[in-house]
């Protein structure tokens, strides 16, 4: 990926969401609840891909970046399920979101709001840090005893990136992942993470940041992501509620 202002070679990108959430009517009455859990995996993502987030997100998703940085698409005539992006900053540093139209895969919908409809965008949100480690976004989403699914689409020029993910009631491990890498460009990635909080209220925090610049222009990007639940019998993966 390349991005405009061209010293600005390391940074984080953040492009969408999708949630499914689903009654789970073939769970036996009475049917305990799985118990606290958090786990994820990362798979690659080949370049040209395009992410459907109507079919990915019949429950909600979210867009960043379309035209700027400030730019927020989401799910029409839907109650929110994951939150906007809060912008990440090194303790004694700095950091700033820009928007890009460059991304290796691309991003459609055609039931989001305020723009209806759109058709394989390579657009997104990317954050430049000074330092640049630990610079980045974070997302939430909601927790409670229902297993749930939640993925993450990540991305990183010349740059080591770290996904760190952790339940609000502490009632589960939190998850860390430090493996995404690239030595310039490359395919972006996707982060499944499975959860179930103790307690219902509870919410689930993803941080995607750059952990080590590879050389100035070195950046980690995070895509997108999605939420679903699980019961006993039913997994709800990303945005399909069946």
Known sequence: MTRRLRCFNHWIILIGCTTLLTLGLSEPAGAAAPGPSLSGSLATIPAGTAINLTSEGEIDWVHWGLYTET????????????????????????????????????????????????IDTTTGVWAYGVPSADSGFSITAPADTATRTLKVYVGAYAAHAKLEAYLSDGSA????????????????????????????GQSLTVRWTLSLAMRPSGNGSELGVTNRNLTATQRFYRVDAK
């Not at 399920?81 to 990440?88: G, K, N, P, R, V």
């Not at 491990?173 to 103790?198: D, E, I, R």
């Open 173 to 200: 491990g939190g998850y860390t992942n430090t493996s995404f890498f690239n030595m310039t460009n490359g395919p972006s990635g996707v982060f499944t993470l499975t959860y179930a909080a103790g307690s219902a």
């Open 71 to 118: 730019s927020v698409d989401r799910k029409a005539n839907v109650v929110p399920q994951i939150s906007d992006f809060a912008l990440l900053d090194n303790t004694n540093g700095y950091a700033y979101a820009y928007q890009f139209s460059d991304n290796e895969n691309g991003y459609s919908w055609s039931d989001g709001s305020p723009t209806p409809s759109v």
